[in-house]
């Protein structure tokens, strides 16, 4: 086999699909093995959501599905109490921390009065460690991320009711 014989056959190789390629002649022996590349897949935001969290969305669809007498009982004051509530939504996709550091206090807790301005987490991202600032007055409600768990753009984060 020639030079330029073996050259394009690699050029064709790296062009299709094809992983590994072994030539037998007479006193000729030749593999070509395409280099193996960490393939990177992006996905859409909210199915990475739920698989970082399968538990999350799987036990208010089961109720729903298993119990049905009791998954409207349990909707309908929770539609009532969120009707007046303001939710706190991250303003960047990164890693969710209640805490400046883990040796510090909650930045916010249930229960807890916050104004505006006023630091209610810190979102990682890229490295750089974001204070997101409260934009409401009012009283914590519902923490709803936990805490070290990725957060996308625009997910609430904390219900806030009003003052």
């Known amino acids: ?34 280099k193996k590349e960490n393939i990177q897949t992006f996905v859409n935001a909210q199915p990475i959501q739920s698989n970082f969290l399968p538990q999350a969305p799987q036990p208010t669809s089961l109720p ?7 998954a409207p ?9 969120t009707s007046n509530l303001v939710a706190i939504k991250s303003p960047m996709i990164g890693t969710f921390y209640r805490r400046a550091s883990p040796d510090k206090p909650l930045l916010a807790e249930v229960g807890q009065e916050v104004k505006p301005g006023q630091a209610v987490c810190i979102i990682e ?20 991320v936990d805490d070290a768990s990725p957060v996308e753009f625009d997910q609430p984060l904390f219900l806030v009711e009003p003052n």
């Open 1 to 34: 086999m020639e030079y330029k014989q073996i050259q394009e056959l690699i050029k064709t190789i790296n062009k299709s699909n094809i992983g590994e390629l072994s030539i037998e002649e007479k006193d000729f022996k030749i593999t070509i093995k395409q």
């Open 125 to 144: 991202a890229m490295k750089l460690f974001n204070e997101i600032e409260s934009e409401v007055s009012g009283t914590i409600v519902k923490v709803l």
């Open 73 to 81: 009982a349990e909707k309908k004051p929770a539609a009532a109490d």
């Open 64 to 70: 729903q599905q298993g119990g049905a007498p009791a």
